[in-house]
């Protein structure tokens, strides 16, 4: 998919990837009634000759009476419809030599054609509901928007007063006249755009676009990313990110945490609080120096194909060589304690259950299918199978005498549970209701530790508006904290439950 490819691809130093979606841009398509104007093939003074010899005055001297012109001008007009075929001319009578003037189907023609000179047309056009830019219409990019809402694309609203009006082209004519020439059926045709008269119908179709959600570590401000397939529009980025920080809804409600998952900070995350403060600084610096280094790399390798002297790249190397010892440095004051991010969540948790010898604790307020889905199951199966006992708590507190265990943890989940106990060695899972717990825990053996603010059993990680970090660590001291703690969570643990 486009959206995973630009969530690989796209880095903002200093920013974290909280979430992706596709959105539908409002896109006005419009039908204008216009005026214009036809540039007229037969001169002035011929047409006014013309349009007399329509009405049956039929010699010259007619015509000079009615215009009031000297015959040389009337004479003029007349030699010249005669010549292009507009006029007929023969004698009246022999004896006076006096001419008489028929107008030809050609002039007919041509008259009609000099007196519809300004007529009424349509212009079709398409008007951007975020920026108000217009364009050409282009019906293969826009889609209606229940088709999009069936592919759970999130419907941007336009920006107000972006809807089409007479009045807001009177200052839009040269591009306007533009589309209206490129219309025309005859390309070569002169007609020119005169006016606007007004909006005939505007219909509101959609187009889809790409959008990568990050914060800012230090202010956490959120900022919007946004792309035409994989073409970014920076325009839409601006407007999309005013919106959303003044409160405007740009991102999905899907996307965005939920008031059951609004928590305290778990007891133990406030008691590593100094560690994880000096793990996530350093984590930081070590993404800015990495996008640094980065740059420099793609720097020094366009230098090395053009002419440009060597020195530069001389100094270049010496700094991504600095830039690298700062690097290894920072990692090995991280030791074996890291930061992981929504994504790698899952795929961690898998790897736990996977690999388990003895003991696996997992700690979260509630359970879902979505998460503990059939892979998960048959994970936590084989483990068993292995000799792995495995300990989950999870529970909020309950808010009143309708409130219910039930409510956090999925019936179809419970159901597998109970499947898994009743075989032989089943008793090996054992599952309880802590009742007030805010942790998300997980602890493998004592080889692994992560504690975290990602739903290890109600979310997957693949979607989400939300800064899920956890610190994973395989450093002996942590882990025995985390041991602690854990073993105090729970109360009911079985007599023959490992305590290591």
Known sequence: MILDELERRVKAPGFDLVGSYEAGVPTYK??????????QSVPALAQFVLQLLSQGHRAESEINEALGLETEFTRNALEYLYLNQ??????????????AFAVTDKGKFALKEALAASYVSFLYIQVDGLTGEISAPDEKSLHEGPDLKKRDVWLLHTTPGMRPTAEAFSDKLPVLKAFFRGQLE????????????????????????????FRNRATRQISLYTFEGYEPVPDYDQRLTQRERAGGRVIPDGLLISGLEIEQPST???????????????????EELEAEKESLASLEESAQQSVIPTTPITERTKKIHYLEEQVQALRKAQGSTKLIKSAEHR????????????????IAP?????AVDEEIINLIKEAIRRGVWIAIGYGMPLRGPKDSKDKYIDVWVAEQFDKIRKHTEGHRLYIEWLGNTHEKILLCDRTLSVVTSFNWLSYRGDKGFRKETGTYSEEHGMIEQVTQHVFGSFKSLPPEFPRY
Do not use: C, G, H, M
């Open 30 to 39: 419009v039908r204008l009634r216009v005026r214009a104007e036809r540039k």
């Open 366 to 370: 509630w359970i879902n299918k979505d």
């Open 268 to 286: 133990l995350i406030s008691k590593l609080r100094p560690e994880l403060e000096a793990l996530e600084k350093i984590t930081q610096q070590v």
């Open 86 to 99: 507009l006029v007929t001319r023969r004698f009246e009578s022999t004896e006076s030599l006096t001419v």
């Open 186 to 213: 005859d390309p070569s045709s002169n007609d020119q755009l005169v006016e606007v008269l007004d909006v005939e119908r505007a219909w509101l179709a959609y187009k889809p676009v790409n959008v990568l959600v």
């Open 347 to 362: 795929t961690v948790l898998k790897n736990a259950l996977a690999s388990a010898q003895r003991v696996v604790f997992i």
